[in-house]
C-alpha cells in the first residue's frame, strides 16, 4: 500500500476551525457533501474567533447607511460589490446560524424575538449602534457551540492538532492538502478544498491574535501560485494593553463613552479626527502611537462609563484584575497588531484562482474591508464568506476526491533546537516592527525587503531537508511578512498602510489627516 491509496479523503477539506471554517463546514453539509475539518488547533481558544470581543454587526432598518460605513473605513479600496454581499447577506446568515441553530445568547435576546429587539452596541466608524454582543467576549459564545453543534452533526469529521504543509495541485486542479499528523505526513484528498486558516499575528511581537496566527493559508496559496492581494493592509487595533501578557480592550468601550488621554492626561483625539474616539482604527492607531512617543503613555479613562463600567464589561475587569490594574486609573494602551486585510484573492463565493480551491475569514481577501477593517465586520465576514464558499465548494467537490501522486516532504536531517525558531522569529518582528508597522517609509521598507528576502533563504533551506510544525510555521510566517513589506513598497497610502516621509515618521499625529 502507498501513501496515496491509505490516504484519507473528504468531498470537502476545510481547513481551520474559526468562524470562517466552521461555517463552510456547516453549508457543506447541508448540501450533503462528507466534510473533513483538518485543524491544527486543540481547544477553541487556539481561534481568532474565541478572542472576538467586539460583536457582530448586522443590518438593521438602513441597510444604506452599513454600506456606507463599511465602505468609508475602506479609505476607498473596499470592493462595492463585496460590501453588498455583506451587507445583503448579514441578516439572514446571522439569524439562520448564530441565532436559530446554534442559539447565542447575545444580550437582550429573549426567545422569539426579532433581532431588532436586541441590545446593538456602536463601535468606531459606525454610524449606527447594529452590534449584536455578548458582554465584550462575543467570539468565545460562538465558537463553542458552533464546535459542538458540527461535532455531533453526521457526515461531519475533525482532525484535531493536524498541520497543513502545503497544497496538493496536479495541472492546475487542487486536490487537497499535505498533512502533519500524528508524526506522520500524510495526503489528505478532496473534492474541494476550503482554507479558513487565520491571520499573520505572529508576524509581529505584539499582536491580539493568538500564538498560531503564522499566516499558514496566504502562505500556502501562495506557494501553490494562488493570487494575493492588498496584503499591504495590516490594520493595528489602537487600544492593546501593552504588557507582557497583552490583551484588547475592545473598542465597545469607546462606544459607551471612555475616552483616550496621553501621558499629560490631555484628551488628544479631537485634534485628529472629527470623530474623536471614534474615528476609524486607522486613525486612532497611528494618534495613540504618536501620542506614546510624545509623552510617554496613553491611558484609557473609563470614567465616563462609570458606574457601569464593571457590570458592562465584567470580562475585560477580570482582564484588568489579574494584572492588577485599576480600570479608574485609566487602562495603559498601545496599538497591536489586529487583522489582515488583505490575503488569498477571492470572489463573491470564496472561490480563489485556483481550480477547487476556496478561502474565507481572515486568510481571505474578499474586497469588504479595503485599506481598513470596520469594527465588528470580522466574524460577520468569515460567516458570510464561509456559507458561501462551503456551499459552492460542496457542489465543486460533488464528483469526489480524485487522487494525485503526492510528493512527500524530505525528513532526513536532524530536528533543530527550539532556540533556531526562536532566534528566526526575533529578527522577523524586529523587521516588521520597525519598517512594516502603524507607519511606514520608503527607505525602511526596502531595508525590510532585503533583510525579509535573506531570511526566506534561510528558512527555506531548513525546510528542503525537515518536516516540524514549528519549522514551516516559521516558513509561513516569513513568506507573509515578504508578500507584506513587497505590496506595501508598491501601494500608494491608504486606511492602515501610511507611508510618510522620513522627517515625518513619528510626528504629532502620525501623517493623520483631519478628513479622515
Known amino acids: 500500500m502507498t501513501r496515496e491509496t491509505d490516504a484519507r479523503e473528504a468531498d470537502v477539506l476545510v481547513v481551520g476551525s474559526g468562524v470562517a471554517g466552521c461555517a463552510a463546514a456547516l453549508a457543506a453539509a447541508r448540501a450533503g457533501a462528507e466534510v473533513l475539518v483538518a485543524t491544527k488547533a486543540t481547544a477553541p481558544e487556539d481561534a481568532a474567533t474565541h478572542w472576538a470581543q467586539g460583536g457582530v454587526a448586522v443590518t438593521g432598518s438602513d441597510p444604506e447607511s452599513f454600506r456606507e460605513d463599511v465602505l468609508a473605513a475602506g479609505d476607498g479600496a473596499a470592493d462595492p460589490e463585496a460590501v453588498d454581499v455583506l451587507v445583503g447577506d448579514a441578516r439572514e446568515a446571522v439569524t439562520d446560524v448564530l441565532v436559530d441553530t446554534l442559539g447565542v445568547p447575545f444580550d437582550g435576546a429573549s426567545p422569539g424575538a426579532d433581532l431588532g429587539a436586541y441590545d446593538r452596541g456602536r463601535e468606531a466608524a459606525h454610524s449606527a449602534r447594529r452590534i449584536l454582543h455578548v458582554d465584550a467576549s462575543t467570539g468565545r459564545h460562538v465558537l463553542r457551540p458552533f464546535l459542538n453543534h458540527l461535532r455531533d452533526r453526521e457526515g461531519v469529521t475533525f482532525l484535531e492538532d493536524a498541520t497543513a504543509l502545503d497544497v496538493l495541485t496536479h495541472e492546475g486542479r487542487v486536490h487537497g492538502v499535505e498533512l502533519l499528523y500524528e508524526g506522520a505526513v500524510e495526503p489528505v484528498f478532496a473534492g474541494a478544498t476550503v482554507l479558513a486558516m487565520g491571520g499573520i499575528g505572529a508576524c509581529y511581537r505584539t499582536t491580539t491574535n493568538p500564538p498560531g496566527a503564522t499566516g499558514d493559508g496566504v502562505a500556502m496559496a501562495a506557494i501553490a501560485g494562488a493570487r494575493v492581494a492588498d496584503m499591504q493592509y495590516v490594520q493595528f487595533h489602537p487600544t492593546a494593553y501593552p504588557g507582557d501578557d497583552p490583551f484588547l480592550v475592545s473598542e465597545a468601550v469607546r462606544g459607551e463613552g471612555a475616552v483616550l488621554r496621553d501621558g499629560e492626561g490631555e484628551r488628544f483625539m479631537p485634534a485628529v479626527h472629527d470623530d474623536a474616539e471614534l474615528a476609524p482604527r486607522d486613525v486612532v492607531a497611528r494618534a495613540v502611537a504618536n501620542a506614546r512617543e510624545r509623552t510617554g503613555e496613553v491611558r484609557l479613562d473609563v470614567s465616563p462609563v462609570a458606574p457601569d463600567f464593571e457590570s458592562e464589561f465584567p470580562d475585560l475587569t477580570a482582564l484588568c484584575a489579574e494584572r492588577g490594574i485599576d480600570p479608574r486609573e485609566g487602562i495603559p494602551v498601545a496599538p497591536a497588531e489586529h487583522y489582515l486585510c488583505g490575503g488569498v484573492a477571492v470572489d463573491e463565493r470564496g472561490r480563489t484562482t485556483l481550480d477547487r480551491l476556496f478561502a474565507a475569514g481572515e486568510c481571505a481577501r474578499t474586497g469588504v474591508h479595503g485599506a481598513n477593517r470596520l469594527a465588528s465586520t470580522s466574524l460577520l465576514e468569515g460567516l458570510v464568506w464561509g456559507l458561501r464558499a462551503g456551499e459552492t465548494a460542496a457542489d465543486a467537490g460533488a464528483d469526489g476526491a480524485a487522487r494525485i501522486e503526492a510528493p ?12 533556531f525558531a526562536d532566534a ?31 531570511l526566506k533563504g534561510e528558512v527555506d533551506a531548513y525546510t528542503r531537508t525537515r518536516v516540524s510544525r514549528s519549522l514551516y510555521e516559521l516558513r509561513n510566517a516569513t513568506v507573509c511578512a515578504l508578500l507584506v513589506a513587497r505590496a506595501a513598497s508598491d501601494a500608494p497610502s491608504a486606511g492602515c498602510h501610511r507611508v510618510v516621509d522620513e522627517n515625518d515618521a513619528g510626528g504629532p499625529h502620525g501623517g493623520a489627516r483631519a478628513d479622515d
Open 408 to 419: 512527500e516532504p524530505l525528513d532526513r536531517d536532524p530536528e533543530l533546537p527550539d532556540a
Open 424 to 454: 528566526k522569529y526575533a529578527r522577523l518582528r524586529e523587521t516588521m516592527d520597525a519598517a512594516v508597522g502603524v507607519e511606514r517609509t520608503p527607505s525602511g521598507l526596502e531595508r525590510a525587503r532585503a533583510t525579509l528576502r535573506r
